[in-house]
């Protein structure tokens, strides 16, 4: 019980850190007041809901609901980081992103990398979806990009793999032994669901520096944490206790759940 308590006041805390900064458009899906709204309820039943119980209630390849484009209502709130400063991507970004490689390895039968031209070169998906953070705001928004599981058919992905670990360039944290730089992972379900795709494009633009470019990787039925924005590399793991505090993700380490649900 004290745990639940704990978790909605974090919730309320963080959502009033945040508020300065909700857009209008933004802020007119406000959930946190409104105690029938599902993204409310997964977050406060995270402890209780276990991943496999939410795997066995939702189904594997549920779809995410869709929108028109008519519902876009505002741009995509920036949210996190929005201008990594490590060197490797200020580097990447002063080149228009032409050196950048998107690289699938761990266990796989062979490491592939992509660069921007041949992701863009290949067969492409848009969704207009709703995308949900747990500070306490929605956005509306059209992603562009390259379905993620015929990527991992070509890295050809091992039985003994269970989750891709996606690395991102951006340092979310600094502290005084060095950057924290944010991960994310998902299981293989998510990985080739059908809406997860490497996103180069946003609201019919190339996607911009401050939501992930040149990819980010959206993965519809979870929340914004877990749509990683400057990613790299994708890794298939049979666990994910040897990154970061071994929670599988830069704010599951930091107290979230990890799978992240909605
Ligand atoms: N690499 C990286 N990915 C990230 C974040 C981040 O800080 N760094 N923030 C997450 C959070 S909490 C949210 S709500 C969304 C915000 O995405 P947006 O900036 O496109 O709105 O990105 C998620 N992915
Ligand atoms: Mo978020």
Known sequence: MSRLITRRNFLRSSAVAGSGLVLAGCDQFNFLGDKSNPVRHVMEQANVLTYRAQRALIGDQALA????????????????????????YMFLRMQNFEPYRLTVKGMVEREVSFSLAELRNMPSRSQITRHDCVEGWSCIAKWTGTPLGPILDMAGVKPQARFCVYHCYDNIQRTLTGDILYYESSDLVDAYHPQTILSYGLNDAVLPVSNGAPIRLRIERALGYKQPKYLHTIELVDDLSPFGQGKGGYWPDNGYDWYGGI
């Not at 484009?69 to 996190?80: D, F, L, T, V």
Request: avoid cysteine; hydrophobic fraction near 15%.
């Open 65 to 88: 609901r869709e929108y028109s484009a008519s519902e876009i209502r505002q741009g995509m709130k920036p949210n996190g980081s929005v201008e990594p400063s490590t060197p490797e």
